[in-house]
Nanobody, 123 residues
Framework: VQLVESGGGSVQAGGSLTLSCATS????????IGWFRQVPGKEREAVSCMSKRDGSLYYLHSETGRFTISSDNAKNMAYLQMNSLKPEDTAVYYCAIDFRRCVDFPIGKVDKWGQGTQVTVSS
């Protein structure tokens, strides 16, 4: 199983980035897929999750309206569109999967993590 993130970088406040997660080694349709982020010294927090298996969708409250998760099942890809970025969004962003549902994403209980991609937002 592999999850490979890309699309991170440096952007000014108010800008946008789209993160991508290329996946392989598992049946994409059977899994919930989503994004976490982590700032040094803090716990990893779930940002968003989606599952086409059971239709569940999750967003961290503070990101509702700014971030949009999507997927392309034909390409086994997931994406996180981030708009109106703020300096406090600066973190390493990780792609993650969990079997079937998003219910365990908020508590960080997932089956597999990617290696992460750095997002830096300057003021």
């Amino acid at each position: 199983v592999q999850l490979v993130e890309s699309g991170g970088g440096s952007v000014q406040a108010g800008g946008s980035l789209t993160l991508s997660c290329a996946t392989s080694g598992f049946r994409f349709d059977d899994y919930a897929i989503g994004w976490f982020r982590q700032v040094p010294g803090k716990e990893r927090e779930a940002v968003s999750c989606m599952s086409k298996r059971d239709g569940s969708l999750y967003y961290l409250h503070s990101e509702t309206g700014r971030f949009t998760i999507s997927s392309d099942n034909a390409k086994n890809m997931a994406y996180l569109q981030m708009n109106s970025l703020k300096p406090e969004d600066t973190a390493v962003y990780y792609c993650a999967i969990d079997f079937r549902r998003c219910v365990d994403f908020p508590i960080g209980k997932v089956d597999k993590w990617g290696q992460g991609t750095q997002v830096t937002v300057s003021s």
